[in-house]
């Protein structure tokens, strides 16, 4: 099955309307309606077209004329499969319509989780999505730019521990513990009052953790150093949430100056929220009492995807 398939099928399996969870511009929540198009009832929709799909290659029974879909503006042509073809089969139609009627909806303005239903995302879901993935097959995918067909340059997962999720057109590899590793390490340095730019960049600001004793520069280089520079990394920091300041000080192990003897801070009644999110937090972060150390560092560093 190819990942536009994947998705559409997700599509006609989802009860309408299908909800996207977002804030305006004062940063209320407000949910708002995604009409997708439907390719069949496209007016130049040829039920009577047998080929192969311009765009996935797949055999397809039905399908519009790309020139019917694929404006001027389209730069997409090098990734098509079969270039022969003159037709685009429903499912990569359905990532590509734009609904007029309906503030231009299509799919590739959202992030979004395709398994048997089609999620539409917010970052908070789709951090949760890949601390704690469907069922596979599954399709994943972040867009940035909002502007970009990522649907079809997507790769369909088959394991909840090493799948993909496309971050704007890079597929990128994942696996899960490694991910909500770097997912907590960014959400408590964003925690401390660390910019995504400064955690991007690995630059620990002097004024961020001078209320901190003087072991907390290494202790966050420490953490950050492994992790920068990979792509998975650049996902985790865009989906990344934020915890409180006590819950980031706890995990990343800091003390206050002016707290020379702290009470137990780390305490696994403590309920902890990142955002939006209702996902559990992970079991990494303070109420592990297992160990005392940050999950980064009870293997000595972040572990790493080994494929
Ligand atoms: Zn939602
Ligand atoms: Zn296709």
């Given at each position: 099955m190819t990942p536009t398939q994947l998705i559409y099928r997700a599509w006609q399996n989802t009860p309408r309307p299908i909800i996207y969870h977002t804030a305006d511009g004062k940063g209320n929540p407000i949910d708002t309606e995604c009409n997708f198009l439907d390719p069949l009832k496209?007016?130049?929709?040829?039920?009577e077209w047998n080929g192969n799909c311009l765009i996935c290659g797949a055999p397809s029974h039905g399908g519009i004329p790309y020139k019917a879909l694929l404006?001027?503006?389209?730069?997409?042509?090098?990734?098509?499969?079969?270039?022969?073809?003159?037709h685009i089969c429903p499912a990569c139609a359905f990532t590509m319509m734009l609904n007029p009627a309906s503030?231009?909806?299509?799919?590739?303005r959202y992030s979004f989780v395709a398994e048997k239903t089609l999620h539409i995302c917010n970052r908070a879901e789709i951090r949760d999505y890949i601390l704690e993935p469907p069922e596979p097959p599954f399709v994943m995918a972040a867009t940035?730019?909002?502007?970009?067909?990522?649907a079809f340059k997507s790769l369909v997962s088959y394991d909840r521990e090493n799948f993909f999720c496309n971050l704007e057109e890079e597929q990128i590899q994942v696996n899960r513990q490694a991910a909500k590793d770097m997912i907590a390490v960014c959400e408590a340095l964003r925690g401390i009052g660390m910019t995504k730019d400064e955690i991007m960049r690995g630059e620990i600001r002097y004024d961020r953790i001078?209320?901190?004793?003087?072991?907390a520069y290494d202790k966050i280089n420490h953490l950050l150093r492994p992790c920068m520079g990979t792509r998975l990394f650049s996902l985790c920091l865009f989906v990344a949430q934020k915890m409180t300041e006590e819950e980031a000080i706890c995990f990343l192990d800091l003390t206050l100056?002016?707290?020379?003897?702290?009470?137990?801070?780390?305490?696994?009644?403590q309920p902890i929220k990142a955002g939006t999110s209702k996902e559990a937090r992970?079991?990494?972060?303070?109420?592990?009492?297992?160990?005392?150390?940050p999950a980064g560092q009870q293997s000595g560093q972040i572990m790493f995807p080994n494929f």
């Open positions: 496209h007016p130049k929709y040829d039920a404006g001027s503006s389209y730069t997409d042509w090098s990734r098509h499969k079969c270039p022969e073809s003159n503030h231009r909806c299509c799919l590739f940035i730019s909002q502007k970009k067909h990522i001078k209320k901190f004793k003087l072991d100056k002016t707290k020379p003897s702290q009470p137990e801070r780390c305490s696994s009644t992970p079991d990494t972060i303070c109420g592990n009492k297992s160990s005392g150390l």
